[in-house]
């Protein structure tokens, strides 16, 4: 059974830079042929898709975000890191991590964190 928990920093200030990490229990991040990515909700909003790193470790980012974020990983301790600069209150959300199978279904959820960007 694959298990993904996102941790990092509840509360972040403006202009900042949002990080959160992913550790994965039951599964390599870097078996063929999975992804690993990151998903947000804005409060009263749908999900967002925002990147996602390869089993390859190659890296993928959604073209709204792509200036702004980062996607990591260390294979050693089976986390994936995600960076996000210049935060403003807009970036308040949830944020998810999930694997992605190659047939692009998200067959694995983190329990979501909240972040709050706030002064």
């Known amino acids: 059974q694959v298990q993904l928990q996102e941790s990092g920093p509840g509360l972040v200030k403006p202009s900042q830079t949002l990080s959160l990490t992913c550790t994965v229990s039951?599964?390599?991040?870097?078996?063929?042929?999975?992804?690993w990515s990151w998903i947000r909700q804005p409060p009263g909003k749908g999900l967002e898709w925002m990147g996602a790193i390869a089993y390859s470790g190659s890296t993928y980012y959604s073209p709204s975000l792509k200036s702004r974020t980062s996607i990591s990983r260390d294979t050693s301790k089976n986390q994936f890191t995600l960076q996000l600069s210049s935060v403003t209150p807009e970036d308040t959300a949830v944020y998810y991590c999930?694997?992605?199978?190659?047939?692009?279904?998200?067959?694995?959820w983190g329990q979501g964190t909240q972040v709050t960007v706030s002064s």
């Open positions: 039951g599964g390599s991040i870097t078996t063929n042929y999975y992804y």
């Open positions: 999930a694997r992605v199978s190659a047939a692009l279904k998200y067959d694995y």
